[in-house]
């Protein structure tokens, strides 16, 4: 089904019967050599038949859309996600011990248990070790929440990761991120067969790329990959601060192919976080959080200092390494914003989940990208409506930001939702993922800007394009919200090669 390794000389391949683009006319494209060579419509296509040894597809009057790009993804643990047990869907602390019961006697003796994805924000109860120890007093217990930025243990875990003292078992942020760094891990081999089960996934859902900030050493990591197997997408690699001084001394760029991945990798931008974020009541806001006030919490968490944070920017733009700024905040979007004001460099800030008035034209101003995860705006609507209540009309402004000439490029943010781009598209359309109305339709995308900007702002197939295409069985501009989030992929492909299809 993949074809040959790229790079390997293979026939051109005709493609009839395929609707260009969302609402477009009917058309036959020729492919050769990974690439678009040439377009023309149905009823005038007598110079695009089959050459002989050339291949033709009768697509039978599918949709040809550019291929869909994630840009934002933790690719490990989106991978280690699709085994770990699923907590999401429990409401307390209580519910989820119980939960953890079960599953451990499932389990082999002693076996470190991993769960993710639960939300306390709502929860009636306050999770704490003493829960978890009641189930489980000896087996490791290691519980990461759905934003990635609380890990919940047991006082087995705990020791483990070197917190045998923690008072509660509840880490966050920092401490968070280091604890779980740091928890046993499958061999190499084994996360990079799960990363490439996890590739082959995505494609059967038309992606064709993503950006992938897990927090490691991305390059390293997906050099290795390549090497053995090209992946089925191609991969944009993050750089963390740690890394920093190593891929300046390797003069890497932003943009560049690595060597040796077949041309499907590449640089990412530089990692950088300003604040936490909304469920765990860390994203910093110029406004207080209800019932912290007065506390040294009460506005959220300062992730990295605003001089501190212009340095690491001003040293990786010197170097061609754009800034990539985690900021969900207010106070945070207005402190990345001011830094790019300051360094003038090219970026992006990732989630931009809450801005004010006055910055939401900065980001076309200051000509910078907001990766935007619309699964969170219905996932956290309830969450925010309680601790952002009276701003929720400035919450994940996909609108007003699209209106004020910002630059969307929609992702998943995986494993905190899915790694699935029409859940983020019908999320962005109609703003809502159950039976209740839109949450502040002024905010809704419509369709065609929100395939847009989950094709990294390509709207059009164009002749000398990569043959980067998704193949659905449904015109996007003729489904409901539930076809989109639903919709069906007939076939992917990267680079003229299939990726995921019949082929």
């Not at 003493?130 to 000896?138: F, G, I, M, T, Y």
């Not at 980001?363 to 929720?392: C, K, M, N, S």
């Amino acid at each position: 089904m993949t074809g040959p390794r790229p790079g390997t000389s293979r026939p051109a391949l005709v493609l009839s019967g395929v609707r260009l683009g969302a609402g477009g006319p009917v058309s036959t494209l020729r492919i050769e050599g990974g690439r678009i060579t040439a377009i023309a419509p149905a009823a005038d296509d007598g110079n695009l038949k089959a050459a002989a040894g050339e291949r033709i597809l009768d697509l039978g009057g599918r949709t040809a859309l550019p291929g869909l790009w994630d840009a934002h993804i933790h690719a490990t643990q989106w991978a280690g996600t699709r085994r770990r047990m699923d907590l999401s869907a429990f409401a307390s602390a209580r519910a989820v011990t119980d939960a953890v019961r079960t599953r451990a006697a499932e389990l082999p003796p002693a076996e470190l248990l991993v769960g993710y994805g639960f939300r306390d924000g709502l929860w009636p109860d306050v999770p704490h070790k003493r829960l978890l120890d009641a189930v489980q007093p000896d087996r490791p217990v290691a519980l990461i929440s759905g934003d990635l930025h609380t890990a919940w243990m047991n006082s087995p875990c705990l020791a483990l990761v070197g917190h045998g003292d923690h008072p509660t078992g509840v880490l966050r942020e920092h401490d968070c991120l280091a604890a779980v760094s740091t928890l046993p891990g499958v061999p190499a081999e084994v996360s990079d067969r799960w990363v490439a089960e996890a590739c082959r996934a995505a494609a059967a859902r038309g992606v064709t790329g993503f950006t992938d900030f897990e927090y490691a050493d991305n390059v390293t990591d997906w050099t290795r990959r390549s090497a053995e197997a090209p992946p089925q997408v191609r991969v944009s690699a993050a750089v963390y601060p740690e890394y920093l001084a190593q891929a300046i001394g390797r003069e890497l760029r932003t943009g560049d192919t690595l060597a040796e991945t077949e041309g499907r990798v590449r640089v990412g931008p530089l990692k950088l976080f300003t604040d936490g974020s909304l469920n765990t009541r860390t994203a910093l806001c110029h406004e207080p959080y209800p019932g912290l006030e007065g506390t040294p919490a009460a506005y959220g968490v300062e992730q990295t200092p605003y001089e501190e944070l212009v340095r690491l920017m001003r040293l990786a733009s010197s170097h061609g390494i754009e800034p990539a700024v985690h900021a969900i905040g207010d106070r945070a979007n207005t402190m990345a914003l001011d830094a790019f004001a300051t360094v003038r460099c090219r970026g992006r800030i990732e989630h931009a989940q809450l801005l004010t008035a006055a910055d939401i034209p900065r980001f076309a101003e200051l000509g910078i990208t907001a990766g935007v995860q619309p699964a969170h705006a219905t996932d956290d609507r309830d969450v925010a409506d309680r601790y952002w209540a009276g701003r929720t009309e400035r919450a994940f402004p996909y609108a007003d930001l699209l209106a004020a000439g910002a630059r969307l490029e929609l992702g998943s943010d995986a494993p905190v939702a899915p790694l699935d781009p029409w859940m983020s598209i019908a999320s962005a359309v109609s703003r809502t993922s159950d039976d209740r109305p839109s949450w502040h339709p002024e905010q809704e995308l419509p369709v065609r800007e929100a395939l847009t900007a989950a094709a990294r702002g390509r709207h059009l197939i164009r002749v000398g394009d990569d043959a980067d295409l998704a193949i659905v069985d449904t015109d996007p501009l003729e489904a409901d919200a539930h076809t989109l989030r639903d919709m069906p992929v007939h076939a992917t492909m990267l680079a003229g090669t299939w990726t995921h299809g019949p082929y």
